[in-house]
Structure formats: C-alpha cells, structure tokens
C-alpha cells in the first residue's frame, strides 16, 4: 500500500514534464492537389495544460482556390476535441461539414464504451473499442504515444461507420516546400479492392506532425495535401 502514492507521484510528474515539452499551438498550412483542382487546408491544433490533465481540440479547414473554387465553393471543416492520455489522443466528439450539407458528427461515450454516429439525418450507435480516434486525431496522436516497430491496427470513425485499419510503417525521405524531411510513413493496408485508400507522412524532427497524406475517398476522389509551413507556440497555459 505504501508504493500507491509513490506510483502517483511518478505518474504526476510525468504527466508534468509532458506537459513543459508539449506545444500549447500548432499552426500548420498544407497546399491541397485533387483529380478536380487545387486548394489549400489550414489546421490548428490548441492544448490546455492542467496540473494532472491536458486536453486538446483541432480545427481542420480546407478551400478550393482557382478555377476548382467554381466547382467546390464551400469549405470542408473537420473539428476533434477531447483528453490526451499516455495512450494518444482519446477525443469526446468530432465532425465533419462539407459545403452546405448537414455535418456527421462521431460522440463518444467512454463510460459506457459507445460511439454515436450522425450522418445525412440518419442516427446509430456502436461499440466503442479502446483506442479508438476519428479521422483527424488519427493525424496527431502519434505526437503523443510511440509508434510499433512494423505495423498499428487502430479503429477510426468518419462519423457514419467504425473500422479497423491497419497501417504499416515505414522510413522515407520526403521532399516538401519548408526542405527536406526524415519522415515516418503509415500506410493503410486493406486489400488491392479497397475503395479507400490512405497514406500519412509523420515528422519525428517535428513532434511527429503529419506533414503529407494522400489518400482515394469512398467516391473514387483522389486528395493529396503538403506542408507549406508550420509554426508551434510552447507557451503554456495555466
């Protein structure tokens, strides 16, 4: 009984010098290239540093420019928040909106281990594995947890259905317009018929920031978004 507080302690302190080395703001802009056009996606990523807690929302907001701005008007805005843990990202709510359309939203009950899914008007629930992260938290939770040596299986929601992926990893060099970069490559394994298709570049030199992706929706659109600049603000809140 008496290791409890100790074991407390350590976890405390830990948990305190996470905190002095973790960014309170990420600022990050990515040049966007689709099979339609071009565009360009700003992310901000916020962290509220508590004594024994820290919590975390990302706002995701992609614009068409030029002439594919005629054919996609609107924005998609893609929003996560939720608690970091020792574990990664654990998030409490996340949606998506594209354009006009009403948004799908992913709420999740860890207490109860639900995820409740909302998407074109139509509501269900599922069970709610651990670990699991939506489509954006997916981006950021390695800056959090360290990755496997070979491959991680992780459940991700989109806000109307809960799969499980498995990505492998890999080392690359990647060219990018703020230089040169040693990355971290995860990649979606799920068949040759997969309709979905999914790649993401994690920078080790820069808290394991997401730094490219490329991926093939569901409707066959094929995306692939670039870091154009990052800047991080260690400054903590109290």
Known sequence: MKLLPLILLLWIFNFSVMATEMPSRIDISYAVTTDLGEGEINEVMEIKHGSDSHSYSINSEAQAT??????????????????ITKRGLRPSRAFEKRGKKEPSVAEFDW????????????????????????????????MFT????????????????????????????????????????????????????????????????????????EDGRQLEKIVTGINISYKAEH
């Open 66 to 83: 030029g002439i594919y701005k005629l054919i996609e008007p609107g924005s998609i805005v893609r929003h996560s928040e939720g608690i």
């Open 111 to 142: 207490k109860n281990h639900v995820v409740r899914l909302e998407h074109k008007g139509q509501q269900h629930q599922e069970k709610l594995p651990e670990g699991t992260l939506d489509r954006l938290s997916l981006s950021y939770n390695f």
């Open 146 to 217: 360290p990755l496997p040596k070979h491959h991680v299986d992780v459940y991700v929601t989109d806000g109307h259905s809960l799969k499980l992926s498995r990505y492998t990893i890999t080392r690359e060099k990647l060219h990018t317009p703020i230089g040169e970069l040693e990355t971290i490559a995860l990649t979606r394994q799920d068949g040759k018929n997969a309709k979905i298709k999914r790649k993401l570049w994690l920078a080790p030199n820069n808290h394991m920031l997401p730094v490219r992706i490329v991926s093939v929706e």
